[in-house]
């Protein structure tokens, strides 16, 4: 389509909602985004201004009010382009001024200077590039110097690509502080990803999976959380299309073969219960709609089964006008059918917290199997859809005034929580984790209650502690027991739904203790503690903080004060964010870190120094010994090309007898690391190997620094790895993941097969080039039919 035929859309669905509404500023808005974009294009080669437009169809399908409009056809101009706030806010008004301002990405605006023409993954090519670098020069003499100048590069490769990783969290830092002021931003920003999710085929495929992945962590769980459904389920299903594309179009092409036998089944369904209705005198429609791509194939891999064991592939609703109805049809369907116990949820009295009400009932259907049913009201559907946007608070009164809506601003409770506990996070890439970490658990809730009769909506696993800080810090701080249906329960009891809390405060309280952090399970818990104990105990904890570094460092054989040296000081102190050694220590007092944290980094960066003095050490006496014309004429081409067979790196030196750890049998591409054996060299395993991750405390010294250097597997090297790969048991089996590895030329070494409660159990040892290799047979396997699980074996 045109820019021209996308505004006309564009005014047509306004019209629909708005058909007496002046659009001239809609008209304004779109001449100047013609001019302002005016030569620039999209990776699609269309011109730039399509997306602006597309992202304002999107926000009036969802009924936004016309500043939301405008400001999503201007939101990259000021971004883009030469206009600038004041300039929009002297052509508008503030008010859309500043819905631009909170969509436009921080970096363009603050940071310009610092990393305008420096992306992210050319900063990591570079660090790659010039770590390699370093390597082949420290295997020639004489080269200290340069192994020096590279060592200077790399720390200021690192300190900017740890910038441009904050940078991201920043931006997510602005967006909820504009949230804060305009909850219009984030549906400005969820469209906008939206469209770019649509037309993502055309980016990279490395620019894909990043897009996809963040969709997935932060903009899906945010519609989400805003009750927009609507777009949650297309954002998911487009970032399984490029993070899984394999199970993707394998999920779509089998349910595209079920679509018409299930489909028959719901007509049928769909049949009959508009007869009852009608029998009842209940005027409702009744709907079938098909199970979203991601949710199907979460589902799937959640409870390990098939796509021919799942019943659910298409859901009933019935949508009628008033709540007494919906109670009315719940009735009649469970006369009906009979209703599978445990799956039936009452969304409609305990809504979820982003406003979402239905009732939800699983009924055994005509046939004897298994169907979802949903009862809704057409207001409930609306708001299902289109969530904040469908009681919009700056919805127009009759006057023609905008009015904010109490009850609506108590819905964005959990928005306000996050703005607290982020001002308490001075980390911004542990508040991009706790960020993630908020918006996953918000998919399951319990629903508990005040002794008042209030709901309050916690995640699944939330204790009594989490209870009370939903209440208020105060009744946290001065929490000492808890009463659950009357019955006194322990910090570490985990709320069911219904369950009737009531928090015992008391004056004389101490405060939270250290051991709650480990039982809470929401951030805004988390960090009240955290707060209460940095505020009231601040000169306490930093003497608990130096003691207990003190005595983790004696029990690891190192003296504290030959540890920090101002050197390292400085390495932890910008390592963990932190302005001084005063700060560091309140944090290890009060349980924000683990002393063991610090003091292992502190140890690694000792170690670092004594083996560099070493090496020095060792270079010079062998320098001694050499005569100088020989070493300065040594060809470099053909130090360059020396390596060692084993492929290994032990501490940046390639000639050291390794070999190759059995238990876990390491290939190319995994992490890996070395132990010194006695007599035997150095065995290599993987970091994950279970006899690394459970090796005791006093032989850990004997652990050290490898890395692979072969570059591609066309050496011809060969690694073992050992499979163990869980199936239904059925007939062909064994002919087709055979023929998988026959495909591959992998050369199968030995296995072994069992079979038991028609589950099949296969422990496969084969020989393959590297770790790349071994991702995509493991792949191929799992898309086999029956395939449940797949995994590599340590012993």
Same mark, same amino acid.
């Given at each position: ?44 080669? =269309? ?166 992945? =963040? ?96 019943? &659910? ?12 109805? +919906? ?25 979820? $917290? ?25 207001? /409930? ?69 005040? $002794? ?86 601040? =000169? ?52 924000? /870190? ?54 290994? /790196? ?61 570059? &591609? ?13 869980? +199936? ?49 047979? +493991? ?17």
């Amino acid at each position: 389509m045109t820019a021209q035929e996308i505004y006309d859309d564009l005014i047509g669905k306004i019209k629909t909602y708005h058909p007496a509404k002046d659009l001239s500023v809609v008209e304004k808005a779109y001449r100047v985004a013609l001019e302002a974009h005016d030569g620039q294009l999209r990776k699609s080669g =269309e011109p730039y201004v399509i997306h602006p437009l597309s992202v304002a169809v999107i926000l009036a399908e969802l009924g936004l009010d016309l500043e939301s409009i405008v400001a999503g056809i201007l939101h990259d101009v000021i971004e883009d382009t030469k206009y600038t706030y004041e300039d929009l806010v002297s052509m508008f008004s503030e008010e859309v001024a500043n819905l631009v301002d909170g969509v436009t990405k921080l970096e363009k605006i603050e940071y310009k200077k610092e990393l305008d023409a420096q992306k992210h993954e050319e900063l990591e090519k570079q660090l790659t590039e010039h770590t390699e670098k370093r390597i082949r020069e420290s295997k020639i003499k004489y080269q200290e110097e340069k192994i020096r100048e590279r060592e200077r590069e790399e720390a200021e490769l690192k300190e900017r690509l740890a910038r441009s990783e904050e940078l991201q969290a920043e931006n997510y830092r602005k967006m909820f502080l504009a949230m804060a002021k305009d909850i219009r931003v984030i549906v400005i920003k969820i469209a906008d990803r939206l469209h770019n999710m649509r037309t993502l085929k055309y980016k990279a495929h490395d620019k894909q999976v990043k897009t996809a992945q =963040e969709t997935l962590d932060i903009y899906a769980p945010l519609a989400h959380r805003l009750g927009i459904s609507k777009i949650r389920y297309e954002l998911e299903d487009l970032s399984f299309r490029y993070l899984n594309p394999d199970s993707y179009y394998d999920l779509a092409e089998k349910i595209k073969r079920k679509q018409r036998e299930r489909l028959e089944y719901v007509d049928k369904i769909i049949k009959d219960l508009n007869e009852k209705l009608s029998e009842n005198n209940l005027k409702g429609t009744v709907e079938g709609r098909p199970k979203h791509f991601f949710s199907i194939y979460k589902k799937m891999v959640r409870k390990n089964i098939t796509l021919d064991q799942m019943y &659910d592939l298409f859901a009933v609703r019935v949508i009628v006008n008033t709540v007494i109805e +919906c109670y009315e049809v719940l009735g009649i369907v469970h006369e009906m059918y009979k209703p599978i116990q445990g799956r039936f949820k009452d969304y409609v009295s305990m809504p979820k $917290p982003n406003m979402y009400q239905s009732l939800h009932t699983t009924l055994i259907g005509p046939e004897g199997e298994p169907f979802e049913l949903q009862i809704r009201t057409w207001d /409930m559907h609306r708001t299902a859809e289109y969530g904040i946007a469908a009681h919009w608070k700056y919805k127009e009164s009759p006057d023609g005034n905008t009015a904010k809506s109490e009850s609506e601003e108590e819905k964005l409770n959990w928005l306000r929580q996050i703005l607290d506990w982020q001002r308490d996070l001075s980390d911004n890439r542990e508040y991009l984790t706790e960020l993630k970490t908020e918006l996953s658990i918000f998919q399951d809730h319990v629903y508990c209650f005040t $002794p008042k009769g209030e709901v309050v909506s916690l995640p699944n696993g939330s204790t009594p502690i989490d209870f009370a800080y939903s209440i208020h810090s105060a009744v946290g701080n001065n929490m000492i027991s808890a009463r659950v249906n009357g019955s006194i329960v322990s910090f570490d009891y985990v709320l069911q739904t219904g369950d009737r809390v009531e928090v015992i405060t008391s004056r004389n309280s101490t405060g939270p203790k250290h051991e709650w952090l480990s039982l809470v399970k929401t951030s805004q818990a988390r960090n009240k503690i955290n707060q209460w104990f940095k505020k009231e105990n601040k =000169e306490e904890n930093i003497i608990r903080g130096k003691e207990l570094m003190e005595i983790e460092a004696k029990r690891k054989g190192f003296d504290i004060i030959n540890l920090l040296t101002e050197a390292r000081k400085k390495i932890i102190l910008n390592k963990y964010s932190f302005k001084n050694m005063d700060a560091l220590y309140a944090s290890v007092g009060h349980g924000g /870190m683990k002393e063991g944290q610090v003091i292992n980094r502190l140890i690694e960066e000792y170690n670092k120094e004594q083996t560099y003095l070493k090496k020095l050490e060792l270079e010079k006496k062998k320098a001694e010994e050499t005569d100088l014309e020989d070493v300065m004429n040594v060809d470099y081409s053909e130090a360059k090309k020396t390596k060692k067979k084993s492929g290994i /790196m032990v501490q940046g030196v390639g000639d050291l007898s390794v070999r190759f750890s059995k238990c876990c049998s390491p290939v190319p591409g995994d992490e890996i690391v070395g132990f010194t054996t006695r007599g035997r060299g150095v065995s290599i395993h993987r970091t994950d190997c279970t006899n690394i991750i459970h090796l005791p405390q006093s032989e850990r010294h004997r652990l050290i620094e490898a890395e692979w250097s072969i570059p &591609d597997s066309s050496d011809g090297m060969t690694f073992r790895a050992d499979l163990n790969i869980i +199936c239904e048991d059925r007939m062909g089996l064994v002919i087709d993941i055979s023929r998988i590895f026959s495909d591959y030329k992998i050369s199968v070494k030995s296995i072994n097969a069992r079979s038991a409660n028609n589950e099949a159990i296969f422990n496969i040892i084969i020989e393959i080039s590297s770790r790349d290799q071994l991702d995509r047979v +493991c792949q191929k396997i799992l898309n086999i039919p029956g395939v449940g699980e797949i995994k590599r074996l340590t012993t």
